[in-house]
């Protein structure tokens, strides 16, 4: 059962409210999304970190009902 | 039961410095992502193991509670975990990765 766009954004927000996140869509069909998710709670942790971060606002849809997410993170660029 | 795939897990990537766990094989990645870490690795140079995880479902499943981390395809170097794919082609991007390969005494090519 493919994800919306929508539920994956509210998902990571409130996970790590202080962050910007922009979800594409990578082939329309509701079940490759890429996410970038930008946030200053990033700050000094190591990529993979970040990433865990990330997925475990996505608690357990990911290899699930999520097939496929490509995860970028940042910091704020006025850090 | 956990304890003999952990068991095999470690005794692949002790024996291999550069071992990935992907889907599909090199040859055949049966996955996008996976395909982007073998693509990465051999523009590299690097000489690593491959490790289907859709050939076995404990190892699949395995892999994950090992690293505590829910994907495929998941790379590591002298037995550290170092990323997935979006991980992986960041740090090449970056050259961290080709730092990392330094580091840890791992051959590689230096890019043209």
Known sequence: MPMDAKTIENMILESIPDSTVHIEDLRGDGDHYSAHVISSAFEGKSRIEQHKMVQSALKGKLDGELHALAIQTSLPKNT | M?????????????????????????????????????????????????????????????????????????????????????????????GELQDLLTQKNITFTAAA
């Open chain 2, 2 to 94: 956990q304890n003999v795939i952990f068991d095999r897990i470690e005794k692949d990537i002790s024996n291999n410095d550069v071992v990935l766990y992907m889907k599909g094989s090199a040859e055949f990645p049966q996955c996008g992502f996976s395909a982007l870490v073998v693509q990465t690795l051999s523009q590299l140079g690097v000489t690593f193991k491959d490790v289907d995880v859709l050939e076995d479902k404990d190892i699949r499943q395995g892999i994950k509670d090992y690293a505590d981390w829910p994907t495929i395809p998941q790379l590591y170097v002298k037995k550290e975990f170092v990323g997935g794919a979006d991980i992986i082609r960041e740090m090449y991007e970056s």
